[in-house]
């Protein structure tokens, strides 16, 4: 038998990288390292009491990809290689246990049928595992909530001996990584700018910086400090201001002239 610390560490058994990105249907990605900052979890799914020791039934898994094998770890006490949702068994008595069962719930031969969505209720994963067991993994979207939390799970259908493996499982958290930004498709920023209104930014930026820099250069070195004398190159801006005004002015008068065409002064 062995202790509850090292069944503790055998039942998670796999390891998986740190960052936890999962994309979704629509190609997007999604960050739930802040839900899974080990990128596992281990959800425990029943609890089988027969006298004088009892079974704890395991789900053991990462959102994020496939697990790796630990080897630190007997490779009986654990799924193997490429496994992404791992069942683990583990017989109690009194403060002592051991790992009696392990089955590979989802692999890496079930990728294709892994379906990822996100909405603004929270993300959605379904996969289709071995023995037609279908897991569903939920994040709720629950701004407030920015800790790992405990999740809900609901197997179907509910087998008090666990003799049967379940046909649905359900898991679901809340926390904020299931939200979706608004405007903003997750991984980006909204700070992002098009590359006309980086032009138009960096033009308005430039004619700034050349009025106050002009301005500050007439007024301290030439002693210059009356208006319009005081603008750098003041004559050039004034005949193009003055330029677009007269466009202006004609532009208006051909357009009031067209709306009054084909009436009759009486």
């Known amino acids: 038998m062995r202790l509850a610390a090292a069944v503790a560490v055998a039942a998670a058994g796999l390891v998986a990288a ?19 900052p080990q990128s596992t979890f281990n959800v425990t799914l029943a609890v089988v009491a027969h006298p004088p020791s009892s079974d704890t039934v395991s789900l ?7 697990l790796k094998v630990d080897t630190s770890i007997p490779a009986d006490d654990q799924c193997p290689d490429k496994t992404q949702l791992c069942e683990v068994v583990t017989n109690w008595k009194r403060t002592d246990g051991r790992v009696v069962s392990v089955r590979p719930v989802v692999d890496s031969s079930h ?9 603004a209720d929270g993300l959605r994963l379904a996969f289709e595992g071995a023995n037609k067991t279908t897991v569903t993994l939920i994040v709720a979207c629950n701004k407030d909530v920015v800790e790992p939390s405990q999740p809900k799970v609901t197997v179907s259908p509910s087998d008090p001996r666990f003799y049967l493996p379940p046909q649905q499982i359900t898991i679901e958290w809340t926390h904020a990584a299931g939200c979706v930004s608004a405007g903003v498709a997750p991984g980006q920023s909204g700070s992002s700018m098009s590359a006309l209104g980086f032009f138009f930014t960096m033009l308005f930026g430039g004619l700034a910086a050349y009025f106050i820099v002009g301005m500050a250069y007439n007024y301290t070195v030439l002693k210059i400090s009356n208006f319009p004398d005081i603008i750098p190159q003041h004559e050039f801006w004034i005949a193009l201001f003055g330029g677009m005004l007269d466009l202006a002015r004609s532009l208006w008068s051909r357009i009031r002239g067209s709306s009054g065409h084909g009436y009759v002064s009486l």
């Open 111 to 119: 990728a294709a049928e892994q379906v990822i969505s996100q909405s």
């Open 60 to 66: 053991v898994g990462s959102p994020c990809g496939s």
């Open 18 to 36: 740190a960052d936890c990105v999962v994309k979704t249907s629509s190609g997007a990605a999604a960050n739930l390292t802040a839900l899974f």
